[in-house]
């Protein structure tokens, strides 16, 4: 996976308390028990980690955590170009 | 009809003592006190405090503790958790549709709310948490321990100021009372030693200035006391009908007997003088209770170290009760945990009840020649204690009455 990808994993295990083994490409944040709040926080903290202006409600519980890194990369893309 | 017999089957502390109901019995009853200078409260007018140590919010609450519980949330959880276990009832297994969960907070979240304010106005709305209300609202305590107790009963908080914690036991009795619940939950919680709540009891004249001798700065009943020394923590105690405490085989620790209530109608912070809603307050404790006044042995005290709630409260308690029985108060060891204060009080005055044992109060040395009672100091006093009363006192002239008696 990418290193936005790996980032975001990092982010979730010290940030949100996500246990890393149960964080993969295709497990979507409910399964790490992320609820709305919770990915209003984490929109807050990629916005500040990876310079990248996000919408509040640009993730949702049902994204997983390879569309999220997907998201971010593209937001990052945009920014550059 | 009268109301049922109470029992307190579970007791649960968090203090400036630490964690544990013990550890906090051990420590009132050395009268060594907690007040400290406090880093977090640096540049301030008052820097001293009676804080919790030790508590480490993911080991002992909860890996995502941290994220959504505010510290008055944190204490909560700990100390109902001990009250539970010691109960010997099983969250697993009980009815959780007839425990209710009724908490004293005076202030909620104010850490989480200054933060975030801070935050907002250094960095942008954009910025703030969106769990700021959840983790601010004083009902959420109460919230937590129905999720973390599977408990859905009647649920709420009550909110007296200092006196909150009683006013919670009071209302939980009710519960069980009029048979809505079988188990209560119940006591205070509270985190208030923010920079913005010091400041303000400091503006208020509340707090002790004695900042270069915290250790004897609170001082209750005390000819030289000069204010209180903000604290926290949180009691917890588990209540039952004692015909159902004693059909399951459980402990009774001590019986609730009474609960009285008044307003003193009479000023936003100073006490009637006249002590007048007090004296109505344990009028109708001892009333529930069916105790006559000469029958007190003991009183825990609101005993909050301020120059006038001590001089009120012990001419109000010498009308009242004359001086045959002990008075103590344990702000002298834990500071004032505000709106958690009554239900600590509460919890270590049925210790008290049922170790027969009297806790010092610290710091007096030269008691008060306006203070004509028997206030214990010194050491603990071995004494049999039939019947004890708790008191507390809001701001706002909010009184809460206690009577505990041994099982």
């Known amino acids: 996976m990418s290193a936005t990808y790996d980032k975001l994993v990092d982010l979730l295990v010290g940030r949100f308390a996500v246990e890393r083994t149960e964080i993969g490409p295709d497990v979507t944040f409910r399964e790490l028990e992320m609820d709305s709040l919770f990915l209003v926080e984490l929109v807050l903290v990629i916005q500040s980690e990876f310079g990248v202006g996000l919408d509040e409600d640009a993730a949702s519980p049902d994204d997983t955590v390879a569309q999220a890194a997907e998201l971010i990369e593209s937001r990052t893309a945009a920014a550059a170009s | 009809m009268p109301a049922p017999a109470l029992a307190v089957t579970g007791l649960g502390l968090v203090t400036a003592a630490g964690i544990g109901a013990d550890t906090t019995w051990e420590r009132v009853c050395a009268g060594v006190p907690t007040a400290a200078r406090n880093p977090d409260l640096d540049g301030l007018p008052v820097d001293i405090s009676c804080t919790v140590p030790g508590l480490d919010p993911v080991r002992d609450v909860g890996r995502r503790s941290p994220l959504t519980h505010d510290r008055f949330i944190q204490l909560g959880i700990v100390a109902a958790r001990e009250a539970v276990a010691s109960s010997g009832l099983d969250p697993v297994t009980w009815d959780g549709a007839r425990v209710g969960v009724v908490v004293g907070c005076g202030l909620g979240g104010v850490g989480t709310w200054e933060a975030q304010h801070r935050r907002m106005l250094g960095q942008g709305p954009d910025t703030v948490s969106a769990l700021l209300v959840p983790m601010l609202v004083p009902n959420m305590v109460a919230g937590h321990l129905a999720m973390e107790l599977r408990a859905t009963g009647p649920n709420f908080v009550t909110a007296t100021a200092c006196a909150s914690g009683a006013t919670a036991i009071g209302a939980a009795a009710r519960l069980l009372h009029d048979g809505t619940c079988d188990v209560v939950v119940t006591g205070g919680a509270e985190a208030g030693v923010s920079p913005l709540m010091v400041t303000g009891f400091a503006r208020m004249g509340a707090l002790s200035r004695r900042l270069d001798e915290p250790a004897a700065a609170s001082r209750p009943f005390d000819a030289d006391r000069d204010g209180f020394v903000?604290?926290?923590?949180?009691?917890?105690?588990?209540?039952?009908?004692?015909?159902?405490?004693?059909?399951?085989?459980?402990?009774?620790?001590?019986?609730?007997?009474?609960?009285?209530?008044?307003a003193d109608a009479?000023?936003?912070?100073?006490?009637?003088?006249?002590?007048?809603?007090?004296?109505?307050?344990?009028?109708?404790?001892?009333?529930?209770?069916?105790?006559?006044?000469?029958?007190?042995?003991?009183?825990?005290?609101?005993?909050?170290?301020?120059?006038?709630?001590?001089?009120?409260?012990?001419?109000?308690?010498?009308?009242?009760?004359?001086?045959?029985?002990?008075?103590?108060?344990?702000?002298?060891?834990?500071?004032?945990?505000?709106?958690?204060?009554?239900?600590?009080?509460?919890?270590?005055?049925?210790?008290?009840?049922?170790?027969?044992?009297?806790?010092?109060?610290?710091?007096?040395?030269?008691?008060?020649p306006g203070v004509e009672l028997d206030v214990v100091h010194g050491a603990p006093r071995r004494q049999r204690v039939r019947v004890a009363m708790s008191n507390s006192f809001g701001f706002g002239g909010q009184n809460a009455v206690l009577v505990f008696t041994s099982a």
């Open chain 2, 230 to 262: 903000i604290g926290e923590g949180s009691g917890m105690l588990v209540l039952e009908r004692e015909e159902d405490a004693r059909a399951r085989g459980a402990t009774v620790r001590a019986r609730l007997a009474g609960y009285g209530a008044s």
């Open chain 2, 266 to 368: 009479h000023h936003i912070t100073a006490p009637d003088p006249e002590g007048g809603g007090v004296r109505q307050a344990v009028r109708a404790a001892l009333r529930q209770a069916a105790v006559v006044p000469a029958e007190v042995d003991h009183v825990n005290a609101h005993g909050t170290s301020t120059p006038l709630n001590d001089a009120v409260e012990a001419r109000t308690l010498r009308k009242l009760l004359g001086d045959r029985a002990s008075v103590t108060s344990v702000k002298g060891v834990l500071g004032h945990a505000l709106g958690a204060a009554g239900a600590i009080e509460a919890v270590l005055t049925v210790l008290t009840v049922e170790r027969s044992t009297v806790p010092p109060t610290a710091n007096l040395e030269r008691q008060d």
